[in-house]
């Protein structure tokens, strides 16, 4: 400043806070999304992977092949909802041990002795944040658990 108490032209006196403060936000704020929304997509990889392994147990621990998808529904719905899921948008597929979980045709559960079988719970995650006309379906999430039904199972 001089003495009349001007500012002379071309003094940068306070603008290295504005300069931070701008870079900060244009730094921290795509660092802060892109950890929820690695946080979101494990959470539901977590989830699914939990409800796959329940509901392959669930299965093999039936007493009849009859009551084992309510068995494997009710495993499901309560997997998920341990993680604050919702069922509705999760799909259960029964296939081959060496199968692909969505390119595998569907296979029927046994409870024989020995049998093997994998349980697919396929869930489709939407990016927080993002409108759907630009994440398309979002990112899709597969939990697997290959299910051995106990070789000493008595036959019923």
Known sequence: M??????QPGRDDGNAIIEFVFVAILVLVPLVYLIVAVAVVQRS???????????????????RLAEAPARAQAALRIALANQGLRPPDVQLRFVGVGADCQAGSDQQPTLAAGAEFRVCVIRHQR??????????????????????????????
């Open 127 to 156: 990016l927080p944040a993002v409108p759907g006309v630009l994440a398309g379906r979002g990112i899709i999430t597969i939990g697997q658990y290959v299910v051995h039904v106990d070789d000493f199972r008595p036959s019923r």
């Open 2 to 7: 001089t003495l009349a108490g001007r500012v």
């Open 45 to 63: 990889r977590l989830a699914t992977t939990n409800a796959a392994r329940d509901v392959g147990r669930a299965v093999a621990t039936a007493d």
